[in-house]
């Protein structure tokens, strides 16, 4: 006996990712539902060897359905999302919106998935920013080793966390580049994004912060530990897919390279590529595709007592939003609905 499963948001980057893992899985599906705006209504969608086509979101009735993995906007997930909950359907939040919402869990299951028990408060789970689900898998085999005190994070993101419009821009600016009178002006980002790195993520806050370095700040602390220290700049880059990340991590008691080295070797989830050779190391464009986290570059930091830096890879559009709900979804079915 499988689960009925709702996609809300099909259509786009990541609910279209979430219906390729689903079917990759082999998800306990008995029946599935593809949601969208009204603007998009009948658009078809693959499901495996099936063609779906999208209902009404607005209209749709969430009684009787098992899950529903949400891959709208925070405006959409207002309203909709309670009303999915409130039918008796688990929602699993790919928004921004219930991340900081102490009735409500945020899961990497890699890394907390003991947590996902706290979902019927609200019958609502978080998945977490991309940035930072991929670091927090990084993070966790190590700090359960060694106590991580303190982690400084540059991220090199891609424009697809920024959806289909980012990746339009970055393409017609990049032959606009090299066909005059064809250059395309900013709109999606504050300015150009080909050939160029813009070290700003979403909005600019009283701190000086952005919002998305404030995010991985905050839900590293609500999933991984309270006390971990965490300072990041995180920077967009002109790449389609896959999110990059230069981690430095200060420990409260040493730790060799060598052992961090098969510590996440053995680690969930967890891919490490690291050969002290021109081209040993893992890129976005080889990620990409792929359900792992890649960790390389892993080296003693000696500035400092206890330190090490890695350089950590993931497809945003898997790891970072679409795979982790699943395995949300995986981690619900097996411990609280049990019916798969």
């Known amino acids: 006996m499988g689960y009925k499963v709702v996609v809300v948001g099909a259509t786009g980057n990541v609910g279209r990712e979430m219906l390729n893992i689903l079917d990759e899985r082999q998800f306990p599906v008995d029946q599935i539902a593809v949601l969208a705006s009204r603007k998009s209504l ?94 927090v898998v990084a993070l966790k085999p190590l700090h359960d080793r060694a106590k991580i ?12 966390g920024s959806g289909k419009e980012a990746i339009d821009e970055l393409w017609n600016q990049t032959k606009g580049v090299y066909v ?32 998305e370095e404030w995010k991985m700040v905050a839900e590293t602390k609500k999933i991984l530990d309270k006390s971990i220290k965490v300072t990041a700049t995180c920077v967009r880059v002109p790449v389609f897919v896959g999110h990059s990340e230069s981690i430095n991590i200060e420990f409260e008691e040493f730790l060799d390279e060598d052992e961090a080295r098969d510590i996440l070797r053995e680690a969930p989830g967890i891919m490490v590529i690291d050969k002290r050779e021109d081209g040993g190391y893992v890129t976005p464009i080889e990620c990409v595709g792929d359900y792992a986290t890649f960790i390389s ?44």
Do not use: H
Request: aromatic share 8%.
């Open 42 to 135: 009948g658009t078809e969608v693959s499901f495996g060897d099936k063609t779906l086509k999208t209902k009404d979101l607005d209209t749709f009735d969430f009684t009787g359905w098992d899950i529903a993995l949400f891959a709208v906007g925070t405006d959409a997930t207002k309203i909709y999302a309670p009303k999915a909950a409130a039918t008796g359907c688990v929602v699993i939040d790919n928004s921004s919106l219930y991340r900081y919402d102490p009735d409500v869990p945020l899961i990497v299951p890699e890394v907390n998935a003991d947590a996902i028990v706290g979902y019927s408060k609200k019958n609502i789970i978080a998945n977490p920013n991309c940035s930072t689900a991929q670091m």
């Open 297 to 340: 570059r892993i080296r003693q930091d000696v500035t400092i007592d206890n330190g090490i830096n890695l350089w950590c890879v993931s497809d945003n559009l898997r790891k970072g939003a679409a795979l982790n709900a699943v395995q949300i979804a995986e981690v619900l079915g097996v411990r609280v609905l049990k019916k798969g």
């Open 180 to 211: 005059p009178g064809q250059e395309v002006a900013p709109r999606v980002y504050p300015k150009q994004i080909a050939f160029n790195v813009i070290p700003q993520i979403d909005v600019f806050m009283d701190s000086g912060d952005t919002k």
């Open 149 to 160: 005190k303190r982690v400084v994070v540059s991220t090199y993101q891609s424009v697809s």
